[in-house]
């Protein structure tokens, strides 16, 4: 190869612009500001359908927060409170009202015992 002629500098140059290409194909794909062929930045323009999705997205992001609590207060109550709501529900079975209106029921028969 002939390094003084033009094919040489031909090849630096395609070199240099696919390599520059490349790196703003990159840069872009992952959200980064492109370069131009000065070396300055450019800033990628927030389009109406980019802030639309990211309000729908922080939406989502709310919603699930809240159904996470939720879901952490029904474990509680199912795990915490699962066992002994049938006990303390057996126990106002057994024992007649305060007011002397009621008496204890027969579970099998629904009947008073």
Same mark, same amino acid.
């Given at each position: 190869?002939?390094?003084?002629?033009?094919?040489?500098?031909?090849?630096?140059i395609a070199l240099s612009t696919g390599g520059w290409l490349i790196n703003?194909? *990159?840069?872009?794909?992952? $959200? %980064? +500001? /492109?370069? !131009? #062929?000065?070396?300055?930045?450019?800033? &990628?323009?927030?389009?109406?359908?980019?802030?639309?999705?990211?309000?729908?997205?922080?939406?989502?992001?709310?919603?699930l927060d809240t159904m996470q609590d939720r879901?952490?207060?029904?474990?509680? *109550?199912?795990?915490?409170? $699962? %066992? +002994? /709501?049938? !006990? #303390?529900?057996?126990?106002?079975?057994? &024992?007649?009202?305060?007011?002397?209106?009621?008496?204890?029921?027969?579970?099998?028969?629904?009947?008073?015992?």
């Amino acid at each position: 190869m002939n390094w003084g002629g033009p094919e040489f500098v031909i090849a630096i140059i395609a070199l240099s612009t696919g390599g520059w290409l490349i790196n703003n194909w *990159i840069r872009a794909k992952h $959200g %980064y +500001s /492109l370069e !131009d #062929e000065w070396g300055g930045k450019t800033e &990628r323009a927030d389009t109406s359908e980019t802030k639309r999705l990211r309000e729908e997205n922080r939406a989502l992001h709310e919603k699930l927060d809240t159904m996470q609590d939720r879901m952490v207060v029904l474990e509680k *109550i199912v795990t915490d409170r $699962g %066992y +002994s /709501l049938h !006990d #303390e529900i057996e126990a106002l079975r057994d &024992r007649p009202a305060a007011d002397g209106t009621g008496m204890p029921l027969d579970i099998k028969t629904g009947e008073k015992a």
